[in-house]
């Protein structure tokens, strides 16, 4: 804060009285609050030029003017929130003020102490064996000692035998910071010791780092089970930072409401012998988790719901994270069985068991995030964007189209011409299963096909190709070699039955070949995949066809849907890979091209190969 800014609250107060001119306050008002701010605040960096600010104010002899104690103390508010921009700030004028004591229970025996605390301490076992617990205030480390044992024959040791624990601070507006790291440990492991919390004290301008404890009084709860925390707008101070150190230690899912976006701690002081007070904000929580606070902006829940929906949603969170282990095993069984590469299949399970153990999926909030991490993790694993998550969507019956219908769909569906030196192109954007195609195949011959089978050399279009079924890549191949032999094209390995099936050449087609000898250039993109990629690779290694563009998208051969057990979630797995004795296949990897360039300018390049090889015919 520059000079200027600080001395906003000088010149408020004097363009003030010079309106209103019913009651006097003496300069060292000013100086005193300014004073209070300088020694107390918690963020002493804001105060850049506060102690400039008080010596001038210490310099103006002019006598300050207001109607009365109320309005002088919101024009000393309005300047310091103006100069400060901290709402937590503020100066009343209270006359009447009794500064409430500090809360602290009672000196009471070890049994009554305990009485009283349970009063504020409510204990539920829930159906499913989920355990809910509200606390109204965060004990410190003294009364835990007292009471200790107490509360754990009383309470705790009936929460450690559940499976799961909503721990309820809707209610929660006061607590003790010694109690922060007690409440955090019991969900912790003992070792490694975790830093959660460092509490910076302006007054004594100390820090105090907070760490998980090695030691307490009974068994912790542990890190794995479930656990959920409710939160409300009136959930203040401690609780607040309970509640943020767990849920950014990845620990518990907050459900409810935004707290109240209070502070760790906030102290009225009186300004000199006057009924003046302010209110300061002399310690501040940074979390090392995250580089910043709760403090002022509230904990924002992972599940924000209405304070009185809270418990519904916490155990339905509950209920979807009791099933989550069930999911992730059966999905890394699945992969380990039926995954074409074994190998990769085999490490992608092992892997995924270890994520489940560490708790990577402890923070699912839906069967749709649950869905969507497993997916994401798959796809990361395996390398492969064909083993994935999917929906359990039955396919659609055939069509039933008239003639008319099929012919414009195909004349949609495949693009064709015949450019210079009579070379053809064709374009097509997906394949095709051989069942379906077979009964029309004569129509696409003659509405496609025959539009270029008779060029000289011919460009087939496969950049925007997402790929389909590879049924009838067999038999498209065939087009491009000679009816005298029969050549394995392809060997397909079937790890669900394991079995391998050759592609072959096909002796009979419908329409005429194209043949081997005539040039034939395959334009490719990033995007080409499946089906596509299998083609691709195929013309590729038997040397048939020249590839022009991108390096494929290194997909795999269509997937078959799983079902994971009875849970509703349901798993794409590539169950088929080529056959890879010959050397490395596509999938996962893409084939890369003869002549690698931008697919933009693929088939400009193509053409200039073509011409060149061609002879420059026009």
């Not at 064996?129 to 004990?139: A, F, K, Q």
């Not at 694993?381 to 008319?404: A, I, V």
């Not at 490395?584 to 990897?589: G, I, K, L, N």
Request: proline share 6%; aromatic share 6%.
């Amino acid at each position: 804060m520059k000079m200027s800014q600080a001395l906003l609250l000088v010149v408020a107060l004097s363009a003030f009285g010079r309106v209103l001119i019913h009651a006097s306050f003496d300069p060292s008002l000013v100086v005193d609050t300014a004073k209070i701010i300088l020694d107390n605040y918690c963020s002493p960096e804001k105060l850049a030029g506060m102690e400039a600010a008080i010596e001038a104010a210490r310099n103006n002899t002019s006598i300050l003017n207001a109607p009365d104690g109320e309005s002088m103390a919101e024009v000393l508010s309005a300047g310091v929130q103006a100069t400060i921009r901290d709402p937590r700030l503020k100066v009343s004028y209270e006359p009447n003020h009794v500064p409430a004591p500090p809360r602290k229970l009672p000196p009471l025996p070890p049994e009554q102490l305990v009485s009283v605390l349970q009063a504020s301490i409510k204990l539920d076992i829930l159906e499913g064996n989920v355990g809910y617990l509200r606390i109204d205030h965060i004990l410190g480390e003294d009364v835990a000692e007292k009471v200790g044992p107490q509360l754990l024959e009383l309470v705790w040791n009936k929460v450690l035998p559940t499976s799961a624990l909503v721990f309820d601070l809707r209610h929660t507006t006061s607590g003790d910071v010694t109690g922060i790291a007690y409440i955090v440990s019991y969900f912790s492991k003992a070792e490694p010791l975790i830093h959660i919390d460092s509490v910076y004290d302006r007054p004594s301008n100390t820090t105090t780092e907070l760490f998980t404890l090695p030691t307490l009084l009974g068994e912790r709860y542990g890190p794995d089970k479930p656990l959920v925390v409710l939160t409300g707008g009136s959930t203040r101070g401690v609780a607040e930072d309970v509640a943020y150190c767990l849920q950014k230690l990845k620990r518990a899912t907050v459900v409810g409401e935004r707290t109240a976006g209070g502070s760790l701690k906030v102290d009225k002081i009186r300004v000199g012998d006057t009924a003046f007070y302010v209110t300061v904000p002399t310690a501040r929580s940074i979390n090392p988790v995250t580089g910043s606070t709760w403090e002022v902006t509230g904990v924002t829940p992972d599940v924000e719901v209405t304070e009185e929906d809270a418990l519904a949603a916490a155990l339905k969170v509950v209920d979807l994270r009791s099933r989550v282990p069930a999911v992730v095993e059966g999905a890394a069984a699945l992969v380990a069985d039926n995954y074409a590469f074994e190998e990769v299949g085999a490490d992608v399970a092992e892997k995924l068991r270890e994520r489940l153990a560490n708790g990577e999926y402890g923070s699912v909030l839906s069967v749709e995030s649950l869905e969507a991490k497993l997916s994401e993790d798959l796809k990361k694993l395996s390398g492969d964007k064909g083993l994935k998550t999917t929906s359990n969507t039955p396919p659609l019956p055939p069509m039933n189209y008239s003639l008319e219908t099929y012919i414009q769909l195909i004349k949609v569906s495949f693009h064709t011409d015949v450019l210079e030196n009579n070379v053809g192109y064709l374009r097509f954007d997906m394949f095709g299963d051989f069942e379906e195609v077979k009964p029309i195949a004569q129509i696409i011959v003659e509405h496609v096909w025959n539009k270029v089978v008779h060029t000289d050399a011919l460009i087939i279009d496969l950049r925007n190709n997402l790929g389909g079924p590879t049924t009838a890549i067999a038999g498209f191949c065939s087009y491009f070699f000679d009816a005298d032999k029969q050549l394995v094209l392809d060997k397909l390995y079937d790890r669900s039955s394991g079995a391998t099936t050759e592609l072959q050449t096909l002796a009979e087609l419908t329409g005429a070949r194209y043949g081997s000898k005539k040039s034939l250039v395959v334009l490719t993109s990033s995007a080409t995949a499946g089906a596509a990629e299998e083609f691709v690779h195929i013309l590729k290694k038997r040397g048939r066809a020249m590839v022009v563009g991108e390096t494929t998208a290194g997909a795999s051969h269509p997937a078959r849907t799983f079902p994971v057990g009875h849970t509703g979630v349901f798993l794409s797995i590539p169950t088929v890979r080529s056959d890879t004795t010959a050397g490395p296949a596509w999938e996962r990897v893409g084939v890369t091209p003869h002549i690698p360039v931008a697919a933009a300018v693929a088939l400009e390049t193509a053409k200039g190969i073509l011409s060149k090889h061609m002879g420059g015919r026009k």
